[in-house]
């Protein structure tokens, strides 16, 4: 006799189901987002018929995630709608949270194909809290208080590499309660920071849409065109009388001047011109900034404040380009400092970084004849203060570019390689020193330097790289 084939269990896929009700003027524009383990159609009835309400099946769906057997509850979609800033009807009885949206139908569907596939995870333990340091909180109040106090100004944060820009300035958007955010940057690369931060520490949850067309960040979770922003925000004005979204808009230099809406040819971009910022970050601000054409595409752009990013805003500092107080300085000694300040201490932050040695050389005796005679200004002797601009200055000569105080340059780089502890002195230093970047402020000086150290009796052995910017390298392989 063959044994009976009796099963206890059955896995059991609940269907998602959205109607609408024509007839019920309060619901114009809702959509209902339940759930059940039945036929969609039996359980809307239960829903509507004791009402006598005359309703709409719009659309029903497994509610399985793509490609697995893992299911989700209705609850779990509304969560995402939530986050995204769709608005949730309460009970006009009880005041309590109903399963009603205040969303086209069609939209609700794409969003939900959208979570189904895994495009749209908001769940809000995915953000990551956050402690500023205490620098990293100075520099943000600093940067709200000045723009309290000065409409349409302009701030500097020289801040040494790893400060932790992207996450203070996203803090200092919302400090500021910014709505529309405009960053540009001269290195498209860095886009995948400011991505991640936003990710981590944002999420579309805070309301903020992420637009960009950067390459790098095609495909990426979240990441959203202009035109489907506005699209969203115009059916949101139509329908709902309020606002637009809030936008942060990442943009590459590049692309900014060659728009033809700011001193370019192509006939894009046009957005950036309409829309009055509230914010314009420039980061990486030291680089590519202080030209015609982009200063023209700077002007075209309309804004409320402006905050610059960099590690190295040595021309913008030299021309006096911010006021002392639109400025927050954090350089490598004071880190070095704080981290000695707080050591031993469990929760100190810097306990993670790396000793960094800085050495400094007297160059009095190079300059000697200089400090002697002084300088004169407006007529007077003054005190001579050592310039590295202006030692390294160069004159054409003979159509190659050579140093204007050449017997000092190499005076220079005689003691760096001579005198008792410089850094190039001995061979057991000269191991420590496998690769030195050297950073100019013209590219003129780089070659001219590249022509003595290649004919110098110590640097003649390192591999000499002369970049095609104000930088030089010197490596032994």
Same mark, same amino acid.
């Not at 009885?93 to 749209?120: C, S, V, Y």
């Not at 001047?257 to 914010?279: A, M, T, Y």
């Given at each position: 006799?063959?044994?009976?084939?009796?099963?206890?269990?059955?896995?059991?896929?609940?269907?998602?189901?959205?109607?609408?009700?024509?007839?019920?003027?309060?619901?114009?524009?809702?959509? +209902?987002?339940?759930?059940?383990?039945?036929?969609?159609?039996?359980?809307?009835?239960?829903?509507?018929?004791?009402?006598?309400?005359?309703?709409?099946?719009?659309?029903?769906?497994?509610?399985?995630?793509?490609?697995?057997?893992?299911?989700?509850?209705?609850?779990?979609? !509304?969560?995402?709608?939530?986050? $995204?800033?769709?608005?949730?009807?309460?009970?006009?009885?009880?005041?309590?949270?109903?399963?009603?949206? =205040?969303?086209?139908?069609?939209?609700?569907?794409?969003?939900?194909?959208?979570?189904? !596939?895994? =495009?749209?995870?908001?769940?809000?333990?995915?953000?990551?809290?956050?402690?500023?340091?205490?620098?990293?909180?100075?520099?943000?109040?600093?940067?709200?208080?000045?723009?309290?106090?000065?409409?349409?100004?302009?701030?500097?944060?020289?801040? +040494?590499?790893?400060?932790?820009?992207?996450?203070?300035?996203?803090?200092?958007?919302?400090?500021?309660?910014?709505?529309?955010?405009?960053?540009?940057?001269?290195?498209?690369?860095? #886009?995948?920071?400011w991505y991640e931060d936003y990710m981590k520490f944002l999420g579309r949850q805070s309301g903020y849409f992420f637009v960009s067309s950067t390459d790098s960040l095609k495909g990426k979770r979240n990441i959203v065109s202009y035109e489907e922003y506005k699209n969203d925000c115009d059916a949101r004005?139509?329908?709902? !009388?309020?606002?637009?979204?809030?936008?942060?808009?990442?943009?590459?230099?590049?692309?900014?001047?060659?728009?033809?809406?700011?001193?370019?040819?192509l006939p894009k971009l046009r957005e950036i011109s309409v829309i009055n910022w509230d914010l314009l970050v420039i980061d990486e601000a030291h680089e590519g900034v202080d030209t015609y054409k982009t200063d023209t595409a700077f002007n075209h752009i309309k804004r409320e404040f402006t905050l610059h990013?960099?590690?190295?805003?040595?021309?913008?500092?030299?021309?006096?380009?911010?006021?002392?107080?639109?400025?927050?300085?954090?350089? $490598?000694?004071?880190?070095?400092?704080?981290?000695?300040?707080?050591?031993?201490?469990?929760?100190?932050?810097?306990?993670?970084?790396?000793?960094?040695?800085?050495?400094?050389?007297?160059?009095?005796?190079?300059?000697?004849?200089?400090?002697?005679?002084?300088?004169?200004?407006?007529?007077?002797?003054?005190?001579?203060?050592?310039?590295?601009?202006?030692? /390294?200055?160069?004159?054409?000569?003979?159509?190659? #570019?050579?140093?204007?105080?050449?017997?000092?340059?190499?005076?220079?780089?005689?003691?760096?390689?001579? +005198?008792?502890?410089?850094?190039?002195?001995?061979?057991?230093?000269?191991?420590?020193?496998?690769?030195?970047?050297?950073? /100019?402020?013209?590219?003129?000086?780089?070659?001219?330097?590249?022509?003595?150290?290649?004919?110098?009796?110590?640097?003649?052995?390192?591999?000499?790289?002369?970049?095609?910017?104000?930088?030089?390298?010197?490596?032994?392989?």
């Amino acid at each position: 006799m063959s044994k009976p084939n009796v099963k206890t269990s059955k896995l059991v896929i609940p269907i998602i189901y959205a109607y609408t009700t024509p007839e019920i003027k309060r619901h114009d524009g809702c959509t +209902k987002i339940g759930d059940t383990e039945r036929d969609a159609e039996a359980r809307i009835g239960e829903q509507t018929n004791t009402s006598d309400v005359e309703y709409h099946l719009e659309w029903t769906e497994n509610a399985v995630f793509s490609g697995t057997i893992e299911i989700f509850r209705d609850h779990d979609f !509304h969560k995402v709608l939530e986050a $995204y800033g769709i608005e949730r009807l309460r009970s006009v009885n009880t005041g309590e949270l109903t399963e009603w949206f =205040r969303i086209d139908p069609k939209k609700a569907e794409d969003m939900l194909q959208d979570f189904r !596939h895994r =495009r749209l995870t908001v769940d809000p333990d995915d953000i990551s809290p956050y402690t500023l340091r205490d620098e990293q909180r100075e520099a943000v109040e600093m940067t709200v208080d000045y723009w309290k106090n000065n409409p349409k100004g302009e701030f500097l944060w020289n801040a +040494k590499p790893r400060f932790g820009k992207t996450l203070c300035v996203y803090d200092t958007i919302k400090k500021m309660d910014a709505k529309k955010i405009l960053i540009v940057t001269n290195r498209p690369a860095i #886009a995948n920071s400011w991505y991640e931060d936003y990710m981590k520490f944002l999420g579309r949850q805070s309301g903020y849409f992420f637009v960009s067309s950067t390459d790098s960040l095609k495909g990426k979770r979240n990441i959203v065109s202009y035109e489907e922003y506005k699209n969203d925000c115009d059916a949101r004005i139509n329908r709902d !009388h309020i606002d637009p979204m809030k936008l942060i808009y990442f943009l590459s230099l590049q692309d900014l001047k060659g728009s033809s809406f700011f001193g370019g040819e192509l006939p894009k971009l046009r957005e950036i011109s309409v829309i009055n910022w509230d914010l314009l970050v420039i980061d990486e601000a030291h680089e590519g900034v202080d030209t015609y054409k982009t200063d023209t595409a700077f002007n075209h752009i309309k804004r409320e404040f402006t905050l610059h990013l960099s590690g190295t805003p040595f021309k913008a500092l030299a021309n006096a380009k911010f006021r002392k107080e639109a400025i927050f300085n954090w350089t $490598y000694v004071q880190e070095q400092e704080k981290k000695q300040a707080l050591m031993g201490r469990p929760d100190n932050p810097y306990a993670v970084l790396p000793k960094l040695n800085m050495y400094t050389y007297q160059m009095s005796e190079i300059v000697a004849d200089k400090l002697k005679q002084g300088v004169e200004i407006l007529g007077e002797t003054e005190e001579y203060a050592f310039d590295l601009a202006e030692f /390294f200055r160069t004159k054409d000569l003979a159509g190659s #570019a050579s140093f204007v105080y050449n017997e000092q340059v190499d005076m220079f780089l005689d003691a760096l390689t001579r +005198k008792e502890k410089y850094p190039f002195s001995s061979e057991e230093l000269r191991e420590e020193l496998n690769h030195t970047l050297w950073l /100019f402020d013209r590219v003129d000086s780089v070659y001219a330097l590249e022509k003595k150290l290649k004919n110098h009796p110590v640097f003649k052995d390192y591999h000499i790289i002369a970049l095609n910017s104000p930088v030089i390298t010197l490596d032994i392989f």
